[in-house]
């Protein structure tokens, strides 16, 4: 549509023309099915040789000819220029070239002192020092042999002389104190000194001081417990196999004639023998295992407990 000064849209925007559209009356392709590269299915392709593999052959490179690198050049020895770097360091060395030591001595066996810094030591030597003539001591002193008994009751066994007899009295003790009790009683001069105003108290010391004798005490008789306790006259006999515990004596054994036995009368149709219904019968029992199972699988959760169970399954 024009728009202000006449111009369409077209000229006011600066296009020659308006865009065309791509897609107009294509058909519909889902974006499924669509191929990712079409255009690799159509005409032509390029097919390479495959890959090359390394080999001696020269199909393995790319150049048509084995081209060297070193061509031309003339042939050097590494030995020569090894031997003259090493001629041109040692004239950098001032004195002789340093030689190590041969190394550490080993000991021969326990004791030797091959190998060590300073030598055998002497003070350590096992030479027996110089030492002066052996001198006997004198002789031991000469005594007679000791006695025989141990000194109790036995005479002139002890170091020293035998003590004398000296005689003791038995009862020299007595006698002593009785001479001493005589002369303490006779300087004395009089009897011990008393007073009579000496104080009483109210009572006497034992209030049950009487004047009379106590009558003699009743002493109660006894009575003679004429009831004896029950003693069974003979303890009770045990059963030993020849039935002498029982109260009876045992019965004189009679002879049992011999009698045929009767056989078993089977009762006919009219007379049947009532024979009780059995008890109750068991019946089955469902285990508490699979009635757990019943509870916690039912018909609404049976499709996620079974994928659990087999993704348990795989994953174990």
Do not use: W
């Amino acid at each position: 549509m024009p728009g202000e000064g006449g111009k369409t849209d077209m000229e006011r925007i600066g296009l020659f023309s308006e865009m065309e559209y791509i897609t107009v009356g294509d058909k519909y392709v889902s974006p499924y099915n669509r191929p990712f590269n079409e255009a690799a299915s159509k005409n032509r392709q390029m097919l390479p040789g495959g890959t090359k593999e390394m080999s001696n052959l020269q199909a393995g490179y790319f150049d048509p000819q084995f081209v060297r690198i070193f061509e031309g050049e003339g042939y050097l020895n590494l030995n020569q220029v090894r031997r003259r770097y090493m001629m041109a360091e040692s004239k950098k060395n001032i004195g002789k070239a340093f030689i190590p030591s041969s190394g550490e001595k080993k000991p021969s066996g326990l004791g030797s002192y091959y190998g060590t810094i300073g030598g055998p030591v002497p003070f350590f030597s096992a030479q027996l020092r110089p030492r002066d003539k052996y001198q006997p001591p004198g002789k031991n002193l000469y005594t007679n042999p000791g006695k025989k008994g141990t000194g109790y009751g036995y005479a002139n066994v002890t170091i020293g002389k035998q003590l004398s007899h000296s005689a003791d009295f038995y009862d020299a003790a007595k006698l002593n104190y009785k001479k001493d009790n005589e002369e303490h009683h006779r300087l004395l001069k009089g009897l011990p000194f008393k007073l009579n105003l000496y104080p009483k108290d109210y009572f006497d010391n034992n209030p049950y001081f009487l004047e009379t004798p106590l009558p003699p005490l009743k002493r109660e008789e006894k009575k003679e417990n004429l009831l004896k306790p029950f003693k069974p006259s003979s303890p009770g006999k045990k059963a030993g196999g020849m039935k002498a515990g029982t109260f009876e004596p045992y019965p004189a054994h009679s002879a049992d004639p011999y009698v045929v036995k009767v056989g078993k009368v089977i009762p006919g149709k009219g007379e049947k023998i009532f024979h009780p219904p059995n008890g109750p019968k068991s019946r089955p029992i469902e285990s508490i295992m699979a009635l757990n199972i019943k509870r916690a699988l039912n018909v609404k959760n049976q499709k996620a407990v079974s994928a659990d169970i087999l993704g348990k399954q795989l994953v174990f």
